[in-house]
């Protein structure tokens, strides 16, 4: 289903204030998922607009790595063959004054067969950093250019 811009916003607002009931301080895991041609794994979720990284929210209990591993394989049908290396860890003031993402580099990966869109994610693919769908989220722009162009790391996601 393709959202309209004002109900996605919607959405987006709603499942971050049931967030901020349910966790008063929230923590997500992303990945910078680079092949050996160089090109980055995005994904396109069905909520909000553009072309993301693959991750999502840590749950209570639950270790950075394993969230990590779990959103791999839920969005990307992606298993990490290695310890992926972190990038930074950033303050997402866009979504709450308490969440913050951490970004992890992974290399070495598996991935059998791209996954089949679901009601999150719609679309998946391997993109150049050269040639970015042109609706790639300002904080996924940055991130790569953070890795690929060795621009500086910011605090801010």
């Keep these: 289903m393709i959202q309209t811009p004002l109900r996605s916003r919607l959405r987006t607002r709603l499942s971050h204030l049931a967030f901020l009931l349910l966790r008063p301080m929230t923590l997500g895991a992303r990945a910078l998922v680079v092949d050996t041609e160089n090109r980055v794994f995005l994904v396109r979720h069905s909520y909000v607009p553009g072309w993301h990284l693959p991750g999502g929210g840590v749950e209570a209990g639950e270790p950075m790595l394993s969230a990590l591993a779990r959103e791999l394989a839920e969005e990307g049908n992606i298993e990490m063959a290695g310890e992926p290396a972190l990038h930074?860890?950033?303050?997402?003031?866009?979504?709450?004054?308490?969440?913050?993402?951490?970004?992890?580099v992974v290399r070495?990966?598996?991935?059998?067969?791209?996954?089949?869109?679901?009601?999150?994610?719609?679309?998946?693919?391997f993109f150049a950093y050269d040639a970015l769908p042109p609706d790639t989220a300002r904080a996924t722009r940055q991130r790569l250019a953070e890795y690929f162009e060795r621009a500086p790391l910011s605090q801010e996601w």
């Design 88 to 104: 930074g860890i950033f303050f997402n003031r866009a979504s709450s004054r308490r969440d913050h993402v951490a970004v992890y």
């Design 108 to 125: 070495e990966f598996h991935q059998e067969a791209p996954p089949k869109p679901n009601w999150e994610i719609v679309e998946t693919g």
